[in-house]
């Protein structure tokens, strides 16, 4: 397994070893995405749902770039930003040392003309260095949101996998098929299985997603993680109602 990268390495150790309970670990959140894998395929053989847990797997070496992309600072960026706030100042300071003293004192109307101009040009010059000072942030929330859109999708996949596993075909009480019915292919307890492993690779996209504001403070991509949290738990829910609905039919007297 790959080790994550010192900066975060060092941001986890910085809270001690209390500290490692409460947070997300991504090597962690790779193992038990593996094992899931693993899991899978040894109970349903060349099954397209293990496919499905691989790309989670692969999703975990994106989050782990990702995450290393929001807790690194860009020091290029930042170098960047702090040479154009340098000549922006540089270029105020300039006209106003250019500008000529007039000996004579001025009119009240050009005294306010140019305190108007001056108090824009402040305006302008504060607008401007705060949208410089907001490139690394908005830079990397793109970042994060295009790691998020593929978390969203992958969440939508999965529920795809499990969105014809009927609990009345498989236990045989669907008595109205058709020639376009899906085909009964697993017994009850397989059934339960394979919905089992989709609500567990639902949360693993949720905490994949909740990693990328774990150490990123952004209120955009906070929003968008609740998102797929809600997102996730929605599609949870209906598996656990045929998980539940299935239970009942197979153990009617409990």
Avoid at 67 to 78: E, S, V
Avoid at 104 to 115: C, D, S
Avoid at 156 to 161: I, L, P, R
Wanted: one cysteine or more.
């Amino acid at each position: 397994m790959d080790a994550l990268e010192p900066t975060l390495r060092g941001e986890v150790a910085n809270v001690g070893e209390l500290g490692t309970y409460r947070q997300l670990m991504l090597p962690e959140i790779r193992a038990t995405a593996e094992q899931l894998v693993r899991r899978i395929e040894e109970r349903f053989p060349g099954a397209g749902l293990a496919g499905v847990c691989r790309d989670i797997v692969r999703q975990c070496g994106e989050t782990e770039v990702s995450i290393r992309t929001l807790c690194r600072p860009n020091y290029w960026l930042r170098a960047a930003v702090v040479g154009c706030v340098v000549i922006l100042v540089a270029l105020v300071v300039g006209i106003v040392l250019g500008v000529a003293p007039r000996p004579e004192k001025p009119a009240v109307g050009e005294f306010l003309q140019g305190l108007e101009a001056g108090v824009n040009d402040a305006v302008f010059i504060g607008v401007a260095i705060w949208f410089l000072t907001r490139v690394e942030a908005g830079w990397k929330r793109r970042r994060a949101m295009r790691a998020l859109h593929a978390l969203r999708s992958l969440a939508h996949v999965v529920d795809m996998h499990q969105l014809t596993k009927d609990p009345e075909r498989v236990t045989g009480r669907s008595r109205e098929l058709t020639q376009s019915s899906p085909k009964r292919q697993m017994t009850p307890f397989e059934l339960l299985r394979y919905l089992d492993y989709c609500s567990e690779m639902l949360s693993l996209i949720s905490k994949l997603a909740a990693l990328h504001v774990q150490h990123f403070d952004d209120a955009a991509t906070l929003t968008a993680v609740r998102d797929i949290e809600d997102l996730t738990l929605s599609l949870s829910q209906k598996i656990w109602q045929k998980i539940m609905i299935l239970d009942r039919m197979l153990n009617p007297g409990d």
